[in-house]
C-alpha cells in the first residue's frame, strides 16, 4: 500500500502556500495564490524552474527550497494539523490486517516525519520514498516503484492511494492499481475514485488484487 501525503494523508495546502508566499517573498518575488495552486504537489527544482525561470542555478533553488520547507514544518507543528477524513482510519485498519504500507511522496523526508508525527501515524508506516530519492517526480513512476521495492511487494500486487492525475498517472506506469481522492471535485482515472476515503467501502483494497 503506497500513500500519497499531501492532498491525500492530510490537507496541508494552506502551510504549504503560506510557507511558499513567505519564501518568495524574502527573494522579492510576490507570489499569488493562482501560480501557487498550478504547481501544487510539484518538486521543488521543478515549482522554481517555473516561477524564476529554467536558468535559475542549483545553490538558489536548494536555498529558496530549504527554507520554504522549513517554514513549511513550523506550520505543521503550529498548526496541530490533522488527518483528512478516513485516512487515518485505513491506514491502522489495513495495518491491522497485515499490509505492508510506505510513504510515496514527491515531499523532502523530514517533511513526511514531521507530518506523520503530527498526525499520530508515525509507527504504521514500514518504509518510505521522497524527493531527495528520486531524480524524476510525478507522473514518472520512479517514487512509486522505489517505495514498493522498500517494501519488498511487486507492483501488480501495490496499490496507489494519490489525490492528483500526475500522481494516478504515476501509479497506472508503474503497473500498480489506483485509488483516487478528488480533493476538489474533479474527476480522476483511478481504478476507484471517491470524494473522500471515508467514502471507500470496506472491500475496497482487496477488490483491487483479487
Do not use: C
Not at 527544482?45 to 538558489?60: H, M, V
Not at 483528512?84 to 491506514?91: D, I, K, Q
Not at 497485515?98 to 510515496?104: K, S
Not at 518510505?128 to 514498493?148: I, N
Request: no cysteine; charged share 30%; net charge negative.
Amino acid at each position: 500500500m503506497l500513500w500519497d501525503l499531501d492532498g491525500t494523508l492530510v490537507d496541508s495546502e494552506e502551510q504549504h502556500w503560506l510557507a511558499w508566499r513567505e519564501a518568495m517573498s524574502a527573494e522579492g518575488v510576490a507570489l499569488t495564490h493562482d501560480q501557487f495552486r498550478a504547481t501544487f504537489g510539484w518538486r521543488n527544482d521543478a515549482i522554481l524552474r517555473t516561477w524564476l525561470g529554467t536558468d535559475i542555478d542549483a545553490e538558489r533553488i536548494e536555498r529558496i527550497g530549504d527554507a520554504k520547507e522549513e517554514l513549511y514544518r513550523n506550520l505543521v507543528r503550529r498548526d496541530r494539523i490533522a488527518p483528512l477524513p478516513g485516512a487515518a482510519e485505513w491506514v491502522r485498519r489495513l495495518k491491522e490486517d497485515g499490509w505492508l504500507q510506505a510513504v510515496a511522496s514527491s515531499a523532502p523526508r523530514l517533511n513526511i516525519e514531521v507530518v506523520l508525527d503530527a498526525i499520530g501515524l508515525a509507527d504504521q508506516f514500514q518504509a518510505s520514498a521522497s524527493a531527495e530519492d528520486v531524480e524524476r517526480g510525478k507522473p514518472d513512476p520512479q517514487v512509486f516503484l522505489l517505495a514498493a521495492s522498500r517494501l519488498g511487494v511487486p507492483p501488480a500486487r501495490s496499490i496507489v492511494v494519490e489525490d492528483a492525475a500526475a500522481g494516478i498517472e504515476g501509479a497506472h506506469r508503474a503497473g500498480m492499481r489506483s485509488i483516487g481522492v478528488r480533493r476538489d471535485g474533479a474527476p480522476l482515472p483511478a481504478d476507484i475514485a471517491v470524494a473522500s476515503l471515508a467514502d471507500l467501502p470496506p472491500d475496497a483494497f482487496t477488490s483491487l488484487i483479487r
